[in-house]
């Protein structure tokens, strides 16, 4: 069974920063892409961010400049810097990955956490 578990979300000022974690887990063989998505109250799911196993990074045009995506292989995990935030970067932030496992290639999710950011 694969798990990913999030961290690292919360309340901060405009301004301020977060830093997220997702740690995937169980039997792993290996890990391609890992990336950050978000959804806003009444809005579509979007990708945020994405990192693929050789470390070429992706980014929605809204958070370059901000955020910044890293994986640590040895660790199955991977973070997001989130710093000048704004209000409308408030959202639940669900980490993604797609993952070989011992019995089978899939997209895994994790359960989200909480960001929201006040003027």
């Known amino acids: 069974q694969v798990q990913l578990v999030e961290s690292g979300g919360g309340l901060v000022q405009a301004g301020g920063s977060l830093r997220l974690s997702c740690a995937a887990s169980?039997?792993?063989?290996?890990?391609?892409?890992m990336g950050w998505y978000r959804q806003a109250p009444g809005k579509q799911r979007e990708l945020v961010a994405q990192?693929?196993?050789?470390?070429?990074?992706y980014y929605a045009d809204s958070v370059k400049g901000r955020f910044t995506i890293s994986r640590d292989n040895a660790k199955n995990t991977v973070y997001l810097q989130m710093n000048s935030l704004k209000p409308e970067d408030t959202a639940v932030y669900y980490c993604?990955?797609?993952?070989?496992?011992?019995?089978?290639?899939?997209?895994?999710w994790g359960q989200g956490t909480q960001v929201a950011v006040s003027s």
């Open positions: 990192i693929i196993i050789g470390g070429t990074t």
């Open positions: 169980g039997r792993i063989i290996s890990i391609n892409t």
């Open positions: 993604n990955a797609h993952i070989n496992s011992m019995t089978a290639a899939s997209s895994y």
